[in-house]
């Protein structure tokens, strides 16, 4: 579970074109969590 700063950073991060492998690496996560992280909240 990533904290509201690491969160933010994440999806600025993913917005800007970042690989989502490397930003799951990077954070420690599974690229799925990256997509949860990312995917709008309806």
Request: hydrophobic share 50%; net charge positive; aromatic share 8%.
């Amino acid at each position: 579970m990533l904290n509201a700063e690491q969160a933010a950073a994440l999806i600025r991060r993913a917005a800007a074109g970042e690989a989502k492998a490397a930003l799951a690496r990077e954070f420690g996560v599974s690229r799925q969590t990256i997509y949860q992280y990312i995917r709008p909240n309806p």
